[in-house]
T-cell receptor, first 116, second 112 residues
């Protein structure tokens, strides 16, 4: 299994541009997550999904959109990029629900995004 | 979720045990203690979790005090590859769909 894969690995955007960060997992996990990590900080949850067609907001959803049309894919969309969105973005998935007593999440390698 | 307090950084000599503390004085009875780590430029990796009893797996041991107000993650023989940021997370379970909340963690440096 490839696990959780993310593309691209690096990206530079100009202010106001749009882009989609791709995330795919091949573990047949129902639960998927998007986090961002600013330099020297912990991860902050942006959005998560408990199954195809179902998404919910995390701590910092403003400026982002998600969709979940298949179990495998969970893309993150930035509509109007701003410098405050410069960060490393991690996608993750889990077999068990986010609220379960065993919530091991499997993380992708991350996408490093810079908005200038 | 109960909050946790971890030292911002620690050093450990290679081959020695690394003991990473975590305070969670407001933890309640149904809240679990989770540990993840993040090696530089990679996504976080699950290490271990526990409720009351001490836990051990192939990566580490988790010691939870009897009053559950603090815990210690032990890496028995630290190697250079264990250099990472270690996150202690407390969460209730079962708790609907509330995902994990990551703090700043402890930056462990293993020194040769």
């Amino acid at each position: 299994n490839a696990g959780v894969t993310q593309t691209p690995k690096f990206r530079i955007l100009k202010i106001g541009q749009s882009m989609t960060l791709q995330c795919t997992q091949d573990m047949n996990h129902n639960y998927m997550y998007w986090y961002r990590q600013d330099p020297g900080m912990g991860l902050k949850l942006i959005y998560y999904s408990v199954g195809a067609g179902i998404t919910d907001k995390g701590e910092v959803p403003n400026g982002y959109n998600v969709s979940r049309s298949t179990t495998e894919d969970f893309p993150l969309r930035l509509e109007l990029a701003a410098p405050s969105q410069t960060s490393v973005y991690f996608c993750a998935s889990s077999y068990f629900p986010p609220g379960s007593s065993y919530n091991e999440q499997f993380f992708g390698p991350g996408t490093r995004l810079t908005v200038l | 979720d109960a909050k946790t307090t971890q030292p911002p950084s620690m050093d450990c000599a290679e081959g020695r045990a690394a003991n990473l503390p975590c305070n969670h004085s407001t933890i309640s009875g149904n809240e679990y203690v989770y540990w993840y780590r993040q090696i530089h430029s990679q996504g976080p990796q699950y290490i271990i979790h526990g409720l009351k009893n001490n836990e051990t797996n192939e990566m580490a041991s988790l010691i939870i005090t009897e009053d559950r107000k603090s815990s210690t993650l032990i890496l028995p023989h630290a190697t250079l590859r264990d250099t990472a940021v270690y996150y202690c997370i407390v969460r209730p379970a079962p708790s609907g769909n509330t995902p994990l909340v990551f703090g700043k963690g402890t930056r462990l440096s293993v020194i040769a």
